[in-house]
């Protein structure tokens, strides 16, 4: 990175993009982008000083970013080929790096903590950074979502040697990563149109396991799929949440509102550990989060007091209102198994109240693999909004729509809907507890929902 004083992020909005534009940002460069469409994260990323913005026309890049020497091109793989940006630096000779061998680049001199996984990478990670941060181990992190903590997806210490990473399996990008510790969170199949096959997926897994350096550590979830491969000298560990393995909860207890249970390591038991966002899918999240911490030498009073004041991501089952009357919760499931342990633990924290959901499927392949799984996840609401596809960076398939899954949809409460009459359609029903989902652009309507709800 020596020889470069400008990055040009195409894509700069993305989750996984908008950390990196942060970083250089914080160290001094200028930085300047393109993305599709406006949305918090990029407003956000302007006013710390980047130059974003949402045409591709080339006559738009800065002075500052049209020199090959000086400038890194940096993109992801959800970019067409066809970009009119993307052409102008591959016709001028422009360096053109994927945002995931940047990364790799940038995390290769510390020691890299890798949490990779279908999903619950998010959270683990988020929760892994943030016991971290608030040790004297410290730690750098790139996440995948907005830590409520710190109100981004960036974390920086000038003096630690650690590196929290969200590692993405999507386009085999983490594979550009090289761990010193890694967590695989789960493995259930998902990004077919990539991999075309659940053997190709976990191949995919099985390959990152043997990144991982010598002297580290594999925390891989007990009975999921991948069979690992790691180099000779990096030791294996399992966890879940209450079924064994080297790192478990035992003696939980649900209930007012929180969850508190005893985290089990192989020469420890760290009692009355509370969750600050007490869901119970973040007992199994919380114990491969804090594996690591303590693998790595954080102690129990850190991690008691880090695990208590955890606030959670933003769009991770997000509590947007709760009241006596209404609760409205927002999360960024997007994978049928996602869904389902979203909506089973809502029913856990409310199981006496009528729960009903707004799903917006995500990607036009996702829906034609698995319109089947989504439908049996759903069916687990009382009551369901079901919008049309966002298509993020695909073309329309044809006769794949959401009514795929709706008329698999069991509940006999359902709906189709476009979004544009969405808030119209909520004005028009009493609901007890409302769960937000799907990893779209659901969240640009969030505040306007919650008005309408407090109303």
Same mark, same amino acid.
């Given at each position: !990175?020596?020889? @470069?004083?400008?990055?040009?992020?195409?894509?700069?909005?993305?989750?996984?993009?908008?950390?990196?534009?942060?970083?250089?940002?914080?160290?001094?460069?200028?930085?300047?982008?393109?993305?599709?469409?406006?949305?918090?994260?990029?407003? +956000?990323?302007?006013?710390?000083?980047?130059?974003?913005?949402?045409?591709?026309?080339?006559?738009?890049?800065?002075?500052?970013?049209?020199?090959?020497?000086?400038?890194?091109?940096?993109?992801?793989?959800?970019?067409?080929?066809?970009?009119?940006?993307?052409?102008?630096?591959?016709?001028?000779?422009?360096?053109?790096?994927?945002?995931?061998?940047?990364?790799?680049?940038?995390?290769?001199?510390?020691?890299?903590?890798?949490?990779?996984?279908?999903?619950?990478?998010?959270?683990?990670?988020?929760?892994?950074?943030?016991?971290?941060?608030?040790?004297?181990?410290?730690?750098?992190? @790139?996440? =995948?979502?907005?830590?409520?903590?710190?109100?981004?997806?960036?974390?920086?210490?000038?003096?630690?040697? @650690?590196? $929290?990473?969200?590692?993405?399996?999507? &386009?085999?990008?983490?594979?550009?990563?090289?761990?010193?510790? +890694?967590?695989?969170?789960?493995? %259930?199949?998902?990004?077919? %149109?990539?991999?075309?096959?659940?053997?190709?997926?976990?191949?995919? @897994?099985?390959?990152?396991?043997?990144?991982?350096?010598?002297?580290?550590?594999?925390?891989?979830?007990?009975?999921?799929?991948?069979?690992?491969?790691?180099?000779?000298?990096?030791?294996?560990?399992?966890?879940?949440?209450?079924?064994?393995?080297?790192?478990?909860?035992? *003696?939980?207890?649900?209930?007012? =509102?929180?969850?508190?249970?005893?985290?089990?390591?192989?020469?420890?038991?760290?009692?009355?550990?509370?969750?600050?966002?007490?869901?119970?899918?973040?007992?199994?999240?919380?114990?491969?989060? !804090?594996?690591?911490a303590w693998l790595n030498g954080v &102690?129990?009073? %850190?991690?008691?007091?880090?695990?208590?004041?955890?606030?959670?991501?933003?769009?991770?089952?997000?509590?947007? #209102?709760?009241?006596?009357?209404?609760?409205?919760?927002?999360?960024? +499931?997007?994978?049928?198994?996602? #869904?389902?342990?979203?909506?089973?633990?809502?029913?856990?924290?409310?199981? &006496?109240?009528?729960?009903?959901?707004i799903f917006q499927p995500h990607l036009?392949?996702?829906?034609?693999?698995?319109?089947?799984?989504?439908?049996?996840?759903?069916?687990?609401?009382?009551?369901?909004? #079901?919008?049309?596809?966002?298509? +993020?960076?695909?073309?329309?398939?044809?006769?794949?729509?959401?009514?795929?899954?709706? &008329?698999? $949809?069991?509940?006999?409460?359902?709906?189709?809907?476009?979004?544009? !009459?969405?808030?119209?359609?909520?004005?028009?029903? *009493?609901?007890?507890?409302?769960?937000? #989902?799907?990893?779209? %652009?659901?969240?640009? !309507?969030?505040?306007?929902?919650?008005?309408?709800?407090?109303?």
């Amino acid at each position: !990175m020596e020889n @470069f004083t400008s990055l040009y992020f195409i894509g700069a909005g993305g989750i996984g993009m908008s950390a990196l534009v942060r970083y250089f940002l914080a160290k001094g460069y200028h930085v300047a982008g393109y993305d599709r469409t406006p949305s918090d994260l990029t407003e +956000a990323l302007i006013n710390e000083g980047a130059e974003i913005v949402y045409d591709e026309n080339s006559a738009l890049i800065p002075e500052y970013c049209r020199h090959p020497k000086t400038t890194l091109v940096v993109y992801t793989p959800a970019v067409p080929e066809s970009h009119n940006g993307f052409s102008y630096f591959r016709e001028n000779g422009f360096t053109i790096v994927k945002r995931a061998k940047l990364l790799g680049m940038i995390t290769r001199t510390s020691k890299a903590l890798c949490f990779a996984g279908t999903h619950g990478k998010t959270t683990t990670s988020s929760m892994a950074a943030h016991i971290l941060a608030q040790s004297p181990l410290e730690c750098n992190a @790139f996440l =995948g979502g907005i830590l409520k903590n710190y109100n981004s997806n960036l974390i920086l210490s000038n003096t630690s040697e @650690f590196t $929290v990473i969200e590692a993405d399996e999507y &386009d085999r990008s983490f594979h550009q990563l090289s761990p010193y510790m +890694a967590v695989i969170t789960a493995t %259930d199949p998902d990004h077919l %149109d990539i991999y075309g096959t659940e053997e190709a997926y976990l191949e995919s @897994f099985r390959y990152f396991t043997s990144l991982i350096q010598p002297g580290g550590a594999l925390v891989i979830k007990k009975g999921i799929k991948v069979q690992p491969d790691v180099q000779k000298g990096v030791t294996i560990y399992q966890y879940s949440a209450d079924n064994g393995g080297d790192f478990h909860a035992q *003696n939980i207890r649900i209930g007012k =509102g929180t969850i508190i249970f005893d985290f089990v390591t192989p020469k420890e038991v760290i009692s009355d550990i509370e969750l600050g966002v007490p869901v119970k899918i973040n007992i199994e999240n919380s114990v491969a989060a !804090m594996a690591i911490a303590w693998l790595n030498g954080v &102690d129990a009073v %850190d991690i008691r007091k880090a695990m208590a004041s955890f606030k959670g991501a933003k769009r991770r089952f997000d509590f947007w #209102l709760k009241t006596a009357n209404i609760v409205m919760i927002d999360d960024y +499931a997007h994978h049928p198994d996602e #869904l389902k342990a979203s909506i089973t633990s809502v029913r856990a924290l409310y199981p &006496d109240k009528k729960i009903s959901g707004i799903f917006q499927p995500h990607l036009y392949t996702r829906t034609k693999d698995f319109y089947k799984e989504f439908a049996a996840a759903l069916s687990l609401l009382d009551e369901l909004i #079901l919008l049309d596809i966002y298509p +993020a960076r695909e073309q329309p398939i044809p006769g794949v729509t959401s009514k795929l899954i709706f &008329d698999k $949809v069991t509940c006999s409460n359902k709906e189709l809907c476009h979004k544009d !009459m969405l808030l119209e359609k909520i004005k028009q029903r *009493n609901f007890e507890v409302l769960i937000t #989902l799907g990893a779209g %652009d659901i969240d640009r !309507m969030l505040p306007a929902i919650k008005e309408i709800l407090s109303a």
